[in-house]
Every structure is written in C-alpha cells, then in structure tokens.
C-alpha cells in the first residue's frame, strides 16, 4: 500500500520511500569494493594493500547486508517502526552498536581470520507475531552469509580459468572463508547471537527466561569458547571440512589472510 505523507513525498506502508534508499555510506563502501577488486586485478601500487582494501570493504558491504536482511525480514513480518530507526537503508552508524558490528569484526578479521558475527539490528519482537516469523528474521542474517559463501566458492571454482592476478583469487578465497566461518558462528546455538535467537521463540517459558539471562553476554560466551583450544580446534576443524567438502582451496584463504596483513613481512 502507498501513499503520501505531503506533496511529493511517498509512502510505502506508512514509510517515507526514503528510509528504503541505500545510504551513501553503503554506496562509498560498495565503490571502495569495486575499485579495490580493479586494483588488485591490474596489480595496482602495493598489491598486498590492494588486497587488504579488497577484503575489508567487501567485508563491510557483506556485514551490512547481513544486517540489512534481518532488518527486511523483520519489517515484512511486522515491525515497522524497523524503517524509522534507518536500518533499511544499509547505513552501518544506524546500527544499535557499530563498535560490535563494524569495528570489532573487521579487527578479529585481521588479527585471527575469523568473520565474527555482528547483531546490531534492534527488532521490536513484540510488533512480531508467531515464533516462525521470529526465527525467520534471526535466520535471514546467517542465510544471508550462506549464499555468500556459495557465490564466492562458485567463483573460485570458474573465474581462475579467466585469468587474473593469484593475489585476486586468494583475497576471494579469504572473503569466502570469512562469510563460511560467520555462517557456522552465526548458527550455533549461543545466547544472544542468531542462531541462539532462532532457537528462543520455542523454548519453554522457564528456559526462555534462563536464556533472556545470558543473552546480553553472548558474544563473552562465544570468545570464551573459541578461548578454549579444544573448542577451537573442533570449531576450526569442522570449518576446514565444510570448506573442503564445498571445494575452497585452503591454500588460496591462507594466502590472503598473509597479504591482508601488509604491515607484516
């Protein structure tokens, strides 16, 4: 349903037309993505810098769209104050928290290779009915990073035939293993992350209140687990062999991960 708030000024649903517009800060990172792929492809300047541009932008735009599908889906199940709040227009600083979902991610990215999960998208649950939809709107972030991977390793499986710089390729294989590692963190099943809110709407009332409980503490639950070595082996184990099962060339990830890192020698 349309229609307008004043002269000139359509509505969508009640929402000005506006509020569903990218913002130019997603559109600079989108052209930060484009021109840093062009740069790496033609070797541009310091290769290893160009990759590092290549996968910390395309890192960003993919955060921002796994927000932007949990704010899209939210809204088409009910919560429509959603547009109000800027999260449709894919502006990263109109999340609830950009020091979790922006600057935190893109440091782990470069410190340990790990794209760490980042909820910052604030739903009204109560403007939500039914527990399918609640899941649903916690499951569009991680899907979203599943058929990310799926694209990537695609990628990697015909573009190489093309030509192109390896350092290209190995900063595509980096970006897919990225958005593999933020779809198996973002579906386990811990308070507070998407995978823990896929799970609440049908819990019991006396565990949906233990699990209210930890929620605020999720992401402290999570360091703690990968803190552990042998939970961080399993972690990483498992992730080494979906990689391998899908076809991404552990080779090419580990290459870009050492270029990213262009302070380095």
């Keep these: 349903m349309t229609g307008y708030d004043r002269p000139g000024d359509p509505l969508v649903l009640g929402v000005p037309r506006a509020a569903f517009r990218p913002s130019p800060i997603f559109l600079a990172l989108v052209a930060l993505f484009v021109t840093a792929g062009v740069m790496t492809w033609n070797r541009y300047g310091n290769v290893r810098f160009d990759v590092f541009l290549f996968v910390v932008s395309g890192w960003l735009v993919s955060l921002c769209l796994h927000e932007y599908a949990h704010a899209v889906v939210a809204y088409r199940a009910g919560d429509r104050d959603i547009a109000h709040r800027g999260y449709l227009t894919l502006n990263p600083l109109k999340y609830t928290s950009p020091l979790l979902s922006i600057v935190l991610p893109v440091v782990v990215v470069l410190l340990g290779g790990i794209g760490l999960p ?66 198996v963190l973002n579906l386990l099943p811990v308070p507070g992350l998407d995978g823990g809110n896929m799970v609440q709407p049908w819990l019991s009332p006396a565990y949906r209140r ?35 099962a899908l076809g991404l060339p552990r080779e090419l990830y580990q290459l870009g991960f050492y270029l990213i890192r262009f302070w380095q020698g």
């Design 118 to 183: 980042g909820g910052a998208v604030w739903v009204d649950r109560h403007a939500i009915p039914g527990r399918l939809r609640h899941t649903l709107v916690s499951l569009a972030g991680p899907a979203t990073n599943v058929l990310f991977t799926l694209v990537l390793v695609a990628a990697l499986t015909w573009g190489p035939d093309l030509g192109g710089p390896l350092e290209f390729w190995a900063g595509v294989g980096l970006l897919a293993f990225l958005q593999l590692t933020a779809s």
């Design 210 to 244: 233990m699990y209210d409980l930890f929620a605020p503490y999720g992401f402290i639950l999570l360091f703690a687990l990968l803190w552990s070595p042998q939970i961080n082996r399993v972690f990483f184990g498992g992730v080494f062999a979906v990689g391998e």
